[in-house]
């Protein structure tokens, strides 16, 4: 027998990023301690404001083996120092498991990085796009642009989040703004 429509169907807004009867997470700036490279200038925002910097409206219809879950993320602009707003970017605990995003509205890059050799990628992540994130590969995502970046993301149900890895070693690179545009650049070379 076939769930009812509301576990079938869920209508979202790209803009606001909201979805009825969906699992809202919210991260301000001082969730984020320790993961832009420009600490100093982080506590010094910090010491000013706490602003909202994204929320993640997530829909679970069912925990089996060969379920999916998905959520749209709505990430503001901003920076701290040259480093733009982020979120706070994680492998998952099923290290197996891949990901789906897809760009709605803004314009934003992703940061991967393979768990095992650090290689590291900027990948574009603006409306029409869809970026592959494979297995053992830590993600975040960054806002590039001016006004909030919204995407999908659909996962296997039983991936999971793991942020204890990543809070450990930080993600190696980072992106700023270089010359007025993303740059992907080692973290140990950013002055803070
Ligand atoms: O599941 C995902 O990968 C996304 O929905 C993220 O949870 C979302 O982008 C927020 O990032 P994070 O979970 O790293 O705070
Ligand atoms: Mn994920």
Redesign the pocket.
Known sequence: MLPELSSLLSRFDPITGDIAGAKI?Q?RLGDLRGCFADAAAFEATLARKNPLL?S?A?IEPGSGAGDL?????R?MPGRIGNEYFL????L?SWREAA?I?IGLTGEGMMLLEDEVSGDSRMVPLTANQVVY?PGRTA???VNTGTVPLT???I?PAR?G?D?GA?AEKNFRCVIVEVNGAPALVERRNVVS
């Open positions: 997470v991260r994204y993640v997530a879950h998905y959520g749209v993320g990430l979120t706070k970017g994680h998952h990901e995003y994130v993600h975040r995502t995407y999908i993301g996962y991936a989040h942020y990543i």
